[in-house]
């Protein structure tokens, strides 16, 4: 299974980029340690999402981390990268999986036992569990679920041993142990958190992915 421990979104928002071009913010964060990246964009046209993840694709071969593409299960198809991040209502999982390689990552969203339930005998190889914190990156969350409700959706799915989990939402610095630490269940623990601000938005990406990937290697279970 792939290294979850810092999974990457990105996001192309004025906000969040503040000038930046994108593809340099993820190359810093790569460089920085990040495990995984999303190339997350809701607005730009198919044409600029296959010509930018061509790119991103590109980069993170040169350090060896895949790629998955939220939503566009066509854009992951035309490019040929490692898989994709559906949401809730987003393409169901039977139909990107007919339409992807049989060895595509597909990861499902999910904020309740019910999905994450759903998402594991559909076959997801990854939850990504949230949102942790409220958060103004993504402001449509319907579901602030904290340490209390992943812990209850990771006890729920203990015996689903091969599936991967991620939080996300709202994690940055000053949470990440917190988030980690408390929301595991006797048998089964976060595989780590993704992230969009606190690396996209730092002035210096590299070293905010330094800071993380160390504070994630630091608690004892991911030594
Ligand atoms: N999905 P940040 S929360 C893209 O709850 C996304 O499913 C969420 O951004 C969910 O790290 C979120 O800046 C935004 O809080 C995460």
């Not at 810093?28 to 990040?34: C, S, Y």
């Not at 039977?94 to 999986?97: I, R």
């Not at 679920?145 to 209850?152: D, K, L, M, P």
């Given at each position: 299974m792939v290294d979850l421990s810092l999974y990457l979104v990105t996001d192309s928002t004025p906000a969040i980029l503040k000038g930046r071009d994108l593809c340099t913010v993820?190359?810093?964060?790569?460089?920085?340690?990040?495990?995984?990246v999303q190339y997350r964009d809701k607005t730009s046209d198919t044409g600029v999402l296959v010509e930018t993840a061509r790119k991103l694709h590109k980069l993170c071969q040169a350090y060896g981390v895949p790629l998955?593409?939220?939503?566009?299960?066509?854009?992951?198809?035309?490019?040929g990268v490692e898989g994709v991040h559906l949401g809730q209502d987003d393409m169901k999982f039977?139909?990107?999986?007919r339409l992807l390689p049989k060895?595509?990552?597909?990861?499902i969203s999910a904020s309740s036992i019910e999905q994450a339930q759903k998402a594991i005998a559909d076959g997801a190889d990854y939850l990504g569990i949230g949102a942790m914190f409220a958060t103004p990156?993504?402001?449509?969350t319907k579901s602030i679920?904290?340490?209390?409700?992943?812990?209850?959706i990771l006890n729920a799915i203990s015996d689903a041993t091969n599936v991967g989990t991620v939080s996300i939402g709202g994690i940055n610095h000053s949470n990440v142990q917190r988030v980690m630490y408390q929301s595991q269940s006797p048998k089964?623990?976060?595989?780590?958190?993704?992230?969009?601000?606190?690396?996209m938005a730092a002035d210096d990406p590299k070293a905010s992915t330094e800071e993380l990937a160390r504070l994630i290697k630091s608690l004892p279970s991911f030594a």
């Open positions: 993820v190359e810093e964060a790569l460089k920085g340690g990040v495990t995984v998955l593409i939220n939503d566009r299960v066509d854009v992951a198809v035309a490019v039977e139909e990107a999986k060895n595509a990552i597909i990861g990156t993504k402001t449509n679920i904290g340490t209390v409700g992943t812990q209850a089964k623990k976060l595989d780590g958190v993704a992230i969009i601000s606190a690396i």
